[in-house]
């Protein structure tokens, strides 16, 4: 009994790991359309002087969860618990502002000294933020972006100017998604978390 509970653990471990491998060729796809859309606009993050790691981010997907905590999970136990402190913090904090009609304005607990120590899990959102895209909703309607204050900047006296189309790689995280929670025991029926929230949840079951 144990050894078959051991190969279906195993089953489910690799099935799991081929859908991270899709969806890091997703994300590879996203970073090159989106540095070929930001050096046509000339858009440059080391000269900005915001950090847009402080925006408030929330996120929808049990995979990039997953994906992000198998990265958390590569980090040694103390700064794991030093970021289980900062998600504490950024989550008292964001709730007191929330109730006051704030939109929240806190550093991600994930970055430290102005990067991300997780750059390489850091999920979808984090990569596509900052230049105009548009994304078609599943109901028809088309939504536009201006991007992030640096980019409005330099698109400002532009009649014309290159945009992302986001959807399709909605699309097919919506797909690697639906296939992921498949595997899952308990998938919450919508996952609408900041990433401090997915924390102090800790990594999907
Ligand atoms: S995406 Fe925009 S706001 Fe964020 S760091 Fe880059 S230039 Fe700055
Ligand atoms: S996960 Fe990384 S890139 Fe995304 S907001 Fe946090 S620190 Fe920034």
Redesign the pocket.
């Known amino acids: 009994m144990k050894k078959k509970n051991k190969y279906k653990k195993q089953d489910l471990d690799q099935k799991k790991s081929r859908i991270f491998a899709e969806l890091e060729r997703l994300y590879q796809k996203m970073e090159m359309a989106y540095n070929e859309i930001a050096s046509r606009l000339g858009l440059k993050c080391s000269e900005c002087e915001d950090n847009c ?1 402080v925006s408030y ?1 929330q996120h929808h997907t049990h995979i990039e969860w997953a994906y992000f905590f198998k990265g958390l999970k590569t980090l040694s136990q103390d700064r794991q618990k030093q970021i289980i402190s900062r998600a504490k913090e950024y989550v008292d904090l964001s709730k007191k502002e929330l109730e006051k009609g704030i939109r929240p304005k806190i550093m ?1 607990p ?2 430290e000294n102005g990067l ?1 120590i ?2 390489k899990y ?2 979808m959102i ?1 990569r596509l933020h900052g230049i105009p895209n548009t994304v078609k909703m599943p109901n028809g309607i088309t939504k536009k972006f201006p991007g992030c204050s640096m980019c409005i900047a330099l698109t400002k006296n532009s009649p014309y100017f290159p945009i992302m189309d986001r959807t399709p790689f909605y699309q097919a995280l919506a797909d690697l998604e639906r296939r992921f929670t498949k595997l899952l025991k308990n998938p919450i029926p919508k996952v609408d978390y900041t ?1 401090a929230q997915m924390i102090l949840l800790g990594a999907p079951k």
């Open positions: 790691c981010f991600c994930v970055n991300c997780l750059y850091r999920l984090c990433l």
